[in-house]
């Protein structure tokens, strides 16, 4: 690096990971409701809650909160609330139904291993061992006592797919589940589940992630656990992709009725209002910019957005970007003029592709609208109709772009060069994704 090499500022960026400490959108409302539900004595069990919404609204966020709760002493009044053992189950990265199983069950053993259960069942295991001693299996299992990793352990089962269908072993897992519920082990064969006492918890995410075919599997499985107490399972999906899957495997009858037997409590993630997003604006922290600088242009973007808080984490991250690679050109463009560009560019995509095209358009466009003001001091320019545009000799080619809600307000907004132009335009194409471009409706 020379001596007369000058680095930018550090360009920052919005993380895409699930919020694991503060919360935006009323989510610690959703979190504390849904996860008192789940750990409530009163509900009986196996049942499944789904946790609805497109792709980018939050439902990971939402699901690992109320993990996180689950897992804390945040519902601990015994009066109230039974114990919950929760494990994190990623289905999608499972194929046949066999697979599925077999991993769920190394994901259950998992969390087992890390509360330390297995030191505490010892004795337990010896004895089912001693009970069956014939069956390789078990000999297997023994070696979790020891304090073998349980993914060398299922690594190394070569008939791992198949303990779903052992009647042997399922047995001894049901038993072990009761044990690792209540932490103590049955005083005589014939105890129950008890699920005002414990409850297996599992949290199956980004299950529209997966195929059709596996989105079906995934529930054919969970349909197994659907005759025994103590199991709750909480699903994270866009409820038109399992719709879409049901039908396409059921048809359209039958589809409804499957799904309504296995998720009894559903909960879509509601639309979130404009203003809202200022928080998480706010929480991004970004040096180059200020949630107020966005606050009258929300209700514009959040409709491109489709409302999706990971939309607007790219589209702050793309003018953070936009602004670094300014800044080291050396181009003197001021953040409200790269803020209302990319305004412009996202909302606008099909007159900024136009722009693109037609430069000389956006000047003709924005001394248009400044006559316009002028002669009509008390209306927007787009609240005109096409009638009073041809009256003010408004050339034709401009009364699409004027006609359109909320255009006039940001163009005006813009003031740059011709030169600037040219440089905004070439690096938007860069950092502005073109997929995520919408026109404003």
């Not at 519902?75 to 289905?91: D, G, I, N």
């Not at 991993?103 to 053993?109: K, N, S, V, Y």
């Not at 949290?203 to 025994?228: A, G, P």
């Not at 607007?312 to 003197?332: A, D, P, R, T």
Request: hydrophobic share 45%; aromatic share 12%.
């Amino acid at each position: 690096m020379t001596q007369n090499t000058i680095m930018p500022l550090p360009v920052r960026i919005v993380t895409d990971s699930p919020a694991s400490e503060k919360l935006n959108f009323s989510f610690d409302t959703y979190a504390d409701t849904l996860s008192g539900l789940v750990a409530s004595r009163d509900n009986a069990t196996p049942f499944a809650t789904g946790i609805f919404g497109p792709w980018g609204t939050g439902k990971t966020t939402l699901m690992k909160a109320m993990k996180a709760r689950l897992d804390s002493d945040a519902l601990s009044e015994p009066r109230r609330y039974r114990r919950c053992k929760t494990v994190w189950f990623q289905a999608w990265k499972h194929n046949t139904q066999e697979e599925i199983l077999s991993a769920l069950i190394e994901a259950i053993f998992k969390a087992m291993a890390a509360d330390g259960f297995f030191s505490l069942a010892r004795a337990k295991i010896d004895t089912v061992i001693k009970r069956f001693d014939k069956s390789a299996i078990f000999a297997s299992i023994s070696r979790l006592v020891t304090g073998v990793d349980v993914s060398e352990f299922f690594s190394e089962l070569a008939y791992k797919e198949k303990l779903g269908s052992i009647e042997t072993f399922q047995k001894f897992f049901d038993d072990l589940i009761w044990t690792f519920l209540n932490w103590r082990f049955k005083l005589t064969g014939q105890e129950k589940p008890d699920d005002k006492m414990g409850a297996m918890v599992i949290f199956i995410d980004d299950l529209d992630r997966c195929h059709h075919n596996r989105i079906i599997q995934v529930l054919e499985t969970i349909k197994l656990y659907m005759d025994r107490c103590g199991y709750i399972f909480v699903l994270g999906a866009c409820a038109e992709n399992i719709r879409k899957a049901l039908f396409k495997e059921y048809g359209p009858q039958d589809a409804s009725g499957f799904f309504d037997k296995i998720v009894q409590v559903r909960f879509t993630l509601p639309r979130i209002f404009p203003d809202e997003f200022l928080g998480l604006i706010e929480d991004a922290g970004c040096d180059i910019c200020n949630a107020q600088d966005f606050k009258a242009d929300l209700p514009m973007i959040m409709p491109a957005f489709g409302y999706n808080p990971r939309r607007l984490k790219h589209f702050i991250n793309s003018l953070n970007l936009l602004s670094g690679l300014l800044q080291k050109m050396n181009v003197q463009i001021g953040f409200d003029n790269v803020l209302a560009w990319g305004v412009f560019t996202y909302v606008f995509g099909d007159v900024a592709v136009d722009i693109k095209d037609n430069p000389d358009h956006l000047f003709a466009l924005r001394k248009q609208i400044a006559k316009l003001s002028d002669t009509f001091e008390k209306l927007p320019a787009w609240q005109l109709d096409q009638e009073q545009l041809s009256a003010e000799n408004v050339p034709e080619f401009l009364h699409p772009y004027l006609l359109q809600p909320y255009l006039s307000e940001i163009l005006m907004r813009i003031d740059i060069t011709a030169e600037q132009l040219c440089c905004l335009q070439t690096l938007s194409d860069a950092v502005f994704p073109f997929q995520e471009q919408q026109t404003f409706k």
